[in-house]
């Protein structure tokens, strides 16, 4: 099984600064997906990113996926209050169609 | 929209019972997957299917098997519960045919207490 680190666990910020989630692996991984999970539901994707080098942005997100598609990295811009939630990351193994998921980030934005 | 329903929400049972868990999708996936969720620990993957009748280990499949009978039924079963099963269990489905985003799509959860 392949590993993914992500960090930090926690971050409380105030509204409007920018933070940034990383993810890590000594693995290849074939994709990279974000996930938001909200109290209560299921994670929901956020992005999908495939190209090593690949950058996507979703409205004040900005996700990147590592030249050698082995890590990612998630930028929020000016936060708001409605950012906050639990962001996990998931790499999808070369051998099929598995994910392995980080640890998770659970964001706080304080108004 | 992509459906994908668990039969509870919260679910309490006492150690030692036989513990069903229901997953039901409504988009004809192929793949299904039943994950637990632990603070700190992320999501691991208890069990999968890649269609029916098939089952594959995930990591953490000690203490907890599978059926998959009809195409969108997925069922984990736990064949006696212990305290060390208490945790939120989480089931997904994800259609082979979607090369574009692979995405899972989440059921919202079932928060299994043993006592």
New interface residues.
Partial sequence: ?QLLE?SP?FLSIQEGENLTVYCNSSSVFS?L?WYRQEP??????LV?VVTGGEVKKLKRLTFQFGDARKDSSLHITAAQPGDTGLY?C?G?ETSG???T????TQLTVNP | DVKVTQSSRYLVKRTGEKVFLECVQDMDHENMFWYRQDPGLGLRLIYFSYDVKMKEKGDIPEGYSVSREKKERFSLILESASTNQTSMYLCASRSTLDRRTYEQYFGPGTRLTVT
Avoid: I
């Fill in positions: 099984t992500q666990q994709s997906q209560g539901e299921g994670p929901v994707l999908t996990l998931a999808e169609s598995r994910l998921f980080g640890e998770g």
